[in-house]
């Protein structure tokens, strides 16, 4: 009984999560994507660094969003080391469809050939064995329902030797967006947003869960780095907390509350974000943690 339980909140939460990203929420991002990519590119070089990406390898990409770490892992592995050196390819695969159908049309403008988008939820998706020789994340592994057996699955998809290096958010408070926001808990219902724990945002903030989570699925050499970086969430701090009310964990918030207090949220937070504008923009502190390990041999 109880574990029949688990799976009904396993599956209501992935319904939740699949109407989410294929509603107000991935039509968001999709959007915003440059918006986005700006808060978190900062992660970018650490991550790759992380997952040293080599010529001619096969990528895979989980929770690509719009295709940014995609496009970068595809051009690590395009590049060609000599005469008859093939050429590698990033797939980068999304719970979302509108964020999919926009990575696929940025690929092409940028004249990105290497690199493919499927619309799928990487938990279940069927990828096929031992095909990738590196598996990446920026910040989309937190959110699976299932995390055990995500990453089993994950890493089943993983040629011996291959590797993964996973981008996740680490302790909420230590990011300053969440940080400000929490300013607002006296009249917005912050309550357990932001709570280490799962399924969610933070699912993955304790070190040793996360890296217990990636020993069960097979995986070794395990290790987990703290690393942090400032994205920046607008032109100035009116823009900022326009940008960030609107995204989905905000309009949520704003939803609970009536037109008063909505008002009241955006002029609290825009304060709140006065002390971060510097040279047109708004600049914000994220700390995260890069999970690494490789498939046994």
Do not use: K
């Not at 070089?45 to 970068?72: F, K, M, N, Q």
């Not at 979302?96 to 990105?112: I, K, L, Q």
């Not at 050499?221 to 942090?228: F, I, L, P, Q, T």
């Not at 995260?288 to 390990?293: D, E, K, M, S, Y």
């Amino acid at each position: 009984m109880q574990h029949r339980s688990a799976d009904t909140a396993d599956t209501a939460h992935a319904t939740v999560q699949a109407r989410a990203w294929n509603g107000y929420e991935g039509s968001h991002w999709a959007a915003h994507h440059d918006r986005w990519n700006a808060v978190n590119s900062g992660f970018d070089r650490p991550l790759l660094d992380a997952a040293a990406i080599r010529p001619a390898e096969r990528v895979l990409d989980i929770g690509c969003g719009a295709g940014a770490t995609t496009r970068l892992a595809a051009r690590a592995a395009g590049a060609r080391t000599g005469e008859g050196a093939g050429e590698g390819h990033a797939l980068g695969l999304d719970l979302s469809g509108p964020m999919v159908e926009r990575a696929r049309a940025v690929a092409a403008r940028e004249g990105v050939t290497n690199a493919s988008f499927v619309h799928g939820d990487a938990q279940v998706h069927p990828l096929p064995r031992a095909a990738f020789d590196v598996a990446i994340s920026r910040f989309g592994v937190m959110f699976f329902a299932d995390p055990a057996a995500a990453f089993a699955h994950i890493a089943s998809a993983l040629r011996p030797g291959g590797r993964v290096a996973f981008l996740c958010t680490a302790a909420p408070l230590e990011n300053q967006w969440l940080t400000a926001l929490h300013e607002l808990a006296d009249i917005l219902p912050i309550g357990g947003f932001g709570a280490p724990g799962g399924p969610g945002m933070f699912s993955l903030a304790d070190a040793d869960a996360a890296t217990e989570l990636l020993r069960g699925a097979g995986l070794r050499d395990v290790r987990a780095a703290h690393v942090e970086a400032y994205g920046i969430w607008g032109r100035d701090a009116r823009d900022a907390a326009d940008f960030l009310l609107d995204s989905g964990p905000g309009r949520h918030l704003l939803d609970q509350v009536d037109p008063d207090t909505r008002a009241l949220a955006r002029r609290r937070l825009t304060r709140a974000f006065r002390p971060y504008e510097r040279a047109g923009a708004v600049r914000l502190r994220g700390t995260g943690r890069i999970l690494t390990g490789v498939a046994p041999a």
